[in-house]
């Protein structure tokens, strides 16, 4: 029986950041991105489409992409989704496992090479389905934020963002409602980030997929209603520079948590969210858009 042996010496170049690697690293020594991600590009033969979930530190992107990932696995609204490599799963489970267990999953590190990363197959079952390869990573609100504040500081982001086919932006439609501007000006810089990136003549406007998603719209029952509406009446700037600039933007709401409790302990005064029991609504109709146009 023969064996074949990898030459340690050959190059392996990253699918993030296209930085040649030894073929036996893990991860890319440049931007962190596991090389694992390259390998099943390579094994399918096809290059996979980047789809990435942005937005604020606490906003809710584990939560979402997780549930995500998981109702997708399921076959939820006639999808099929076939995992690349059991890393894939590893997001979806935490996610699940701990709202299983009324807890909010962990905060996702600043450090990429914490970050859960997946690759998916993912196709709409119809007469002619059309198979699309998805690559969809975890990364921690505040390096989004470091990155935007000071670019590449994450080359890992900007790599990302940069070969993304869609980007789905995850805002906090409860503090929105409640009049904080945070929501609004982090969306306004995220998509000014953006902007810089793809940038174009003055009088034509990018056509990157963004599906703006409105999170935590359990708290704001109005969303669910006409998300546009809500968007230009609590979020004028990010609304303003859609309108200026992007010409490929759909508004959504979404939400996970049914019902909420907070608690205490006797050592801290720390409060602690408890989800009592999960209720998702909207999460699958960004993506399905974002799919439809990539």
Not at 41 to 61: C, E, F, H, M, Y
Not at 64 to 93: C, H, T, W
Not at 154 to 164: A, D, E, P, T
Request: glycine share 6%; aromatic share 10%.
């Amino acid at each position: 029986m023969s064996t074949t042996y990898t030459d340690p010496r050959a190059e392996i170049r990253c699918l993030i950041c296209d930085t040649g690697n030894g073929s036996e690293a893990a991860v890319c020594r440049e931007c962190s991105a596991p090389l694992a991600l390259t390998h099943d590009a390579i094994a399918l033969d096809r290059q996979p489409r980047i789809v990435t979930v942005v937005g604020d530190s606490n906003v809710g992107k584990t939560v979402y992409l997780g549930f995500l990932l998981d109702m997708l696995s399921q076959r939820a609204n006639e999808f099929e989704a076939i995992p690349k490599g059991a890393y894939s799963v590893s997001l979806q489970q935490t996610v699940i496992s701990h709202m299983a267990w009324r807890m909010f999953p962990p905060k996702t590190p600043m450090e990429s090479t914490e970050w859960h990363w997946a690759y998916y197959q993912v196709c709409k079952r119809a007469r002619r389905p059309k198979w699309v390869d998805l690559v969809m990573p975890d990364m921690a609100g505040e390096a989004l934020a470091a990155e935007i504040d000071s670019p590449s500081t994450f080359r890992v982001i900007r790599s990302l963002l940069g070969k993304s086919a869609g980007a789905l932006l995850l805002v906090d439609a409860a503090l929105a409602a409640n009049g904080s501007t945070r929501p609004d000006f982090f969306a306004l810089k995220l998509l000014s980030y953006l902007d810089g990136m793809f940038a174009v003549k003055r009088k034509q406007r990018i056509g990157l997929p963004i599906a703006i998603v409105l999170c935590k719209a359990d708290y704001c029952p109005e969303c669910f209603d006409d998300p546009r509406r809500f968007a230009e009446a609590n979020l004028n700037r990010l609304w303003n520079l859609c309108e200026s600039r992007f010409a490929n933007v759909a508004f959504f709401a979404a939400s996970v948590v049914g019902s909420l409790a907070y608690s205490t302990s006797a050592e801290s005064d720390v409060v602690t969210p408890v989800p009592l029991h999960v209720a998702p609504r909207g999460i699958l109709e960004p993506f399905e858009w974002i799919v439809g146009r990539i």
